[in-house]
């Protein structure tokens, strides 16, 4: 019988031992949970849902339907892991929702920071429910639920996000397989499951993407300056060893533009905001210093290689007063 609650003397999984030993009594314990009958999961390509869909993919192999949405937000390269990772080399049964036009036209103009939340987070909900619809005899849903959400849902601190959302004529039974884990033992598991580094060791990434750091109403040029100035950002933070050491790294592209000069022209292009941060709660966050020859690297490679950007600025500000992210 799959716990609940994590019981306060249960060992903290540290070691590929321990992840065997835990990754084979949840093996045991989906089989039981779920028989002969199909479960569904959302798989974002983060941590979490990742690994729970390594471990169902291990425990019950194509009763798991996995559905990828994209939704446009997302970074560059993570749909196409996703794909890679779970279709090609788990053999997965993935089924991949193309939904960037859907979701951008739906947040065209649209320049309030609460109301694109609620945008994305909506019309999540009713791409992932259209394709749970469009499947016969699914009667569990499978989430990345960890013992932090429970914790916090519990003390008032955040709704859990994973719980519910679904409309009434889809309500599934919960398959939770890493509900009593915390997050640095989500990775000794998902590293022990045969997840890549950069999927296991992934830095926190918010659930509208880029959406919040492309500040105002999105745009579909602004929105690539954003995903392309990241890559670039966290290929040379991977390049310089700080990948997995800094704890948050991203770019802002804001919605105003200034004047800059090229080839002897002038140009009317916008911003590009570096922001890294290290943290252990979120609550206080302090700034990484990079290098100065960092700095000027990633200040030459982002206004060569990344179409209407001018200028790059670094933010030094702490939190408090400034959140992590812009929106
Ligand atoms: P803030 O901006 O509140 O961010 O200082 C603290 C941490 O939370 C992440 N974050 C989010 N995560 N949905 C998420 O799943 C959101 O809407 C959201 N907003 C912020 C942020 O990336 C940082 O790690």
Redesign the pocket.
């Known amino acids: 019988m799959a716990l609940l609650v994590r019981p306060e003397t249960m060992e903290r999984i540290t070691t590929p031992a321990l992840a065997r030993q835990f990754i084979a009594e949840q093996i045991a314990d989906i089989k039981a949970q779920v028989g002969g009958k199909k479960v569904l999961l959302a798989l974002s390509g983060g941590v979490d849902s990742s690994v729970v869909a390594a471990l169902l993919i291990k425990a019950i192999g194509d009763q798991l339907v996995c559905v990828h949405v994209n939704h446009g937000l997302l970074r560059k390269g993570e749909p196409e892991q996703v794909i890679e990772v779970f279709r090609n080399q788990m053999n997965a049964n993935l089924v991949y929702v193309d939904a960037v036009d859907r979701f951008l036209d739906k947040l065209a103009g649209v320049t309030d920071p609460e109301e694109k939340?609620k945008i994305i987070g909506r019309e999540f909900i009713e791409v992932f429910a259209e394709e749970a619809r469009k499947l016969d005899g699914i009667e569990f849903l499978a989430q990345g639920t960890i013992w932090p959400d429970i914790l916090e849902s519990e003390a008032g601190i955040k709704a859990h996000?994973n719980a519910g959302g679904l409309p009434e004529d889809l309500q599934f039974e919960l398959v939770e397989p890493v509900r009593i884990l915390f997050k640095d033992e989500v990775r000794v598991v998902g590293k022990e499951l045969g997840l890549p580094d950069n999927m296991v060791y992934r830095q926190?990434?918010?659930?509208?993407g880029l959406g919040?750091r492309c500040p105002g109403a999105i745009t579909r040029d602004r929105l690539e300056a954003v995903r392309e100035s990241d890559a670039i950002l966290r290929e040379e933070f991977a390049k310089n060893g700080l990948e997995g050491k800094v704890w948050?790294y991203f770019t802002v592209v804001p919605d105003f533009k200034s004047t800059g000069v090229k080839n002897g022209k002038r140009t009317f292009d916008w911003p590009c905001i570096i922001r890294a941060i290290n943290t252990t709660d979120?609550m206080q966050?302090t700034v990484e210093h990079l290098p100065d020859a960092l700095i000027d690297h990633l200040v030459q490679r982002i206004i060569t290689e990344v179409p209407g950007i001018n200028r790059v600025l670094y933010d030094f500000t702490p939190?408090p007063p400034a959140?992590?992210?812009y929106e």
């Open positions: 939340r996000h926190p990434f918010p659930g509208p919040v948050q979120v966050v939190k959140t992590v992210e």
